[in-house]
């Protein structure tokens, strides 16, 4: 089992910038690949970023790509989601999760282990 909580969240000013956390506990955090999900009211759950157990493999989506950066410290057991030039569009509630000696993927079914989210709201 991995534990997974979610940290960061707030309410920001269009343009703004956030620092999303997630601290992991109970098995080896470098075993698994991280990602980022978001979930706005009435929509979805869609991915976000993606790192790779080393932390030297990326992937973003399109609609964050340039101003999001997903990045991990194996020696902290955190993942971390620098959120830059945010738009009212990137309200949601922010989950991470944990993929068990997966890759980078976007499709959340690949994931194990979730977080219980941590709301982000941008205002206009």
């Known amino acids: 089992q991995v534990q997974l909580v979610e940290s960061g969240g707030g309410l920001v000013q269009a343009g703004g910038s956030l620092r999303l956390s997630c601290a992991a506990s109970?098995?080896?955090?470098?075993?698994?690949?991280m990602g980022w999900f978001r979930q706005a009211p009435g929509k979805e759950r869609e991915f976000v970023a993606a790192?790779?157990?080393?932390?030297?493999?990326?992937y973003y989506a399109d609609s964050v790509k340039g101003r999001f950066t997903i990045s991990r410290d194996n020696a902290k057991n955190t993942v971390y989601l620098q959120m830059n030039s945010l738009k009212p569009e990137d309200t949601a509630v922010y989950y991470c999760?944990?993929?068990?000696?997966?890759?980078?993927?976007?499709?959340?079914?690949?994931?194990?282990?979730w977080g219980q989210g941590t709301q982000v709201t941008v205002s206009s």
């Open positions: 999760a944990a993929n068990y000696l997966g890759g980078v993927v976007a499709g959340p079914n690949a994931y194990d282990y």
């Open positions: 109970g098995r080896t955090f470098s075993n698994y690949a």
């Open positions: 790192i790779s157990w080393s932390g030297s493999n990326t």
